[in-house]
């Protein structure tokens, strides 16, 4: 896959780690295809049910580097259009299409095309010394990596907007309180307990959760109808499947379910 990411899986849950801790991992090219590579094996394993993002080392993304912006950069428009939409944007593409649960445990930093990464995962936990800031505007850039889609729609547009044009630091506490993180944890604690929330998950019926993250995204993106619609057809689907009356009779027996995914 690549040495700047690290892959592990156990006990249903898979954890990919940005492995350029000297860098606060700052992201290459090679790290972000390997996050996709990565995505694409979880998508294709059964024995994954939810995935965790985190960073190597006391950071979790510092964005990209820039040692390798400015003037000696191709900077032709045809050139910097196909870097951000092959690579820059290649990880929030293939996250919207991967239906798992997928969980970032934000330790440290996560800065510019660090805080997108984090953005474009379903939930975000964090340490307390996390802190995220969108600085693109320093450099005089934009949000390429999703910044201005996924932000606004966490926060609402006017504080997506102060942070996107200040690109001021908050911290963990301050990330809570705007809804840009689910929960803070102890810094030494936030792994564990990272994987105890997504073991949970993975503890559901997988096809339910697939299912309800889908419905959850279309309706997003749609009118009520249309959401009511394709939410119907979905509980077609899982109710015809194993799981479902597995969950009943569970229940009902006081005991964990035997869950095979459809």
């Known amino acids: ?23 606060l991992n700052a992201f290459t090219g090679e790290m972000l295809h390997g996050l996709v590579a990565a995505l694409d094996e979880c ?17 979790f993304c510092s964005g990209g580097d820039i040692g390798g912006m400015g003037e000696e950069h191709d900077s032709r428009p ?22 798992k649960p997928l969980i970032a445990a934000v330790n440290g930093a996560a800065i510019g ?27 005089g850039l934009l949000p390429g990596g999703g910044g201005a889609y996924f932000l606004p729609r966490l926060v609402g547009k006017a504080r997506a907007l102060e942070l996107l044009w200040t690109a001021d630091f908050i911290d963990a506490a301050a990330a809570l309180d705007i809804g840009l993180v689910n929960h803070v944890f102890p810094d030494d604690e936030l792994m564990a307990e990272a994987t105890r929330l997504a073991t949970r998950i993975a503890a559901m019926p997988p096809l339910s ?11 997003l993106e749609t009118d009520m109808a249309t959401a009511f619609d ?10 015809a499947g194993h799981d479902h009356p597995e969950a009943i009779k569970a229940f009902r027996e006081k005991r964990d379910g035997k869950y095979l995914g459809y």
């Not at 959760?209 to 309706?219: A, E, G």
């Open 43 to 59: 998508d294709a394993r059964e024995d994954v049910r939810a995935v965790i993002l985190t960073g190597a080392g006391r950071g």
């Open 78 to 99: 045809h050139i910097t259009k196909a870097r951000i939409w092959e690579e820059i944007q290649a990880f929030p593409k293939r996250a919207a299409r991967f239906e």
């Open 113 to 139: 095309g660090g805080m997108d990464l984090a953005l474009a995962c379903d939930i975000r936990v964090a340490g307390e010394s996390a802190r995220f800031a969108e600085t693109y505007a320093k450099i």
């Open 209 to 219: 959760v697939r299912l309800i993250k889908r419905t959850v995204n279309q309706s």
């Open 1 to 23: 896959m690549t040495e700047f990411l690290i892959f592990e899986v156990k006990d249903a849950i898979a954890t990919l780690t940005m492995n350029r801790p000297e860098k």
């Open 230 to 239: 394709l939410v119907s057809s979905h509980i077609a689907i899982a109710r």
